[in-house]
């Protein structure tokens, strides 16, 4: 579980750290972080059955992200092409498709390793997190109508914000399964 997990956890910090400076590249691009994902799931692969559709996932963005290497994530006039727009909703519903998998493969770990506390936590941040992820798609969706000047500006603040936590726990919760022994 350690070497696995490990390159799981790196995969996903690679992933959700963008860094361009003032390069017009990721300098850590997000289908390196996806096939360190692919290979940590496939060290574990022949024992949880789940472990097919998250390894499927995994390769498949890595292939998939490969774009976002390159990029321009904006137009000359600051507005977002149609098709990368697409695109972008594509890798994100990838993402989370992949997100809810590992959460899976962690709770079927977790419940062979028999510690009910683990299965407790897993569960419930697997739970949390979705709720949390949820709550912020539909609010951002929808707050792009309200006035910048406003409170929608600061709820939409504070939903990022637990948004971002919810992303460290969830890395915390990947750092965690590495020291569960089956």
């Known amino acids: 579980m350690n070497d696995a997990f490990t390159k799981i956890f790196w995969g996903f910090i690679i992933v959700f750290i963008d860094i361009r400076f003032i390069l017009p590249f990721d300098i ?3 289908s390196i972080g996806y096939f360190f994902i692919y290979l940590g799931i496939n060290l574990v692969r022949h024992e949880f059955p789940i472990d097919k559709k998250a390894s499927y996932s995994a390769i498949v963005l890595a292939i998939l992200s490969i774009p976002t290497f390159f990029y321009q994530t904006e137009t000359g006039a600051g507005q977002f ?5 697409w695109y972008l909703t594509v890798l994100t519903l990838g993402h989370f498709i992949l997100i809810f998998y590992v959460f899976q493969l962690i709770v079927e770990i977790a419940k062979t390793s028999g510690d009910d506390s683990f299965v407790r936590r897993s569960s419930n941040t697997f739970i949390t997190y979705f709720i949390v992820t949820f709550v912020v798609y539909i609010w951002t969706s929808f ?5 910048i000047n406003s409170e929608w500006a600061t709820i939409t603040t504070v939903l990022l914000v637990i948004s971002f936590i919810m992303g460290i726990v969830f890395l915390s919760l990947l750092w ?4 569960i022994r089956i």
């Open 81 to 85: 092409t149609d098709h990368f727009n």
């Open 176 to 179: 965690s399964t590495r020291n």
């Open 28 to 30: 850590l691009a997000d």
């Open 143 to 147: 707050s792009m109508n309200f006035p």
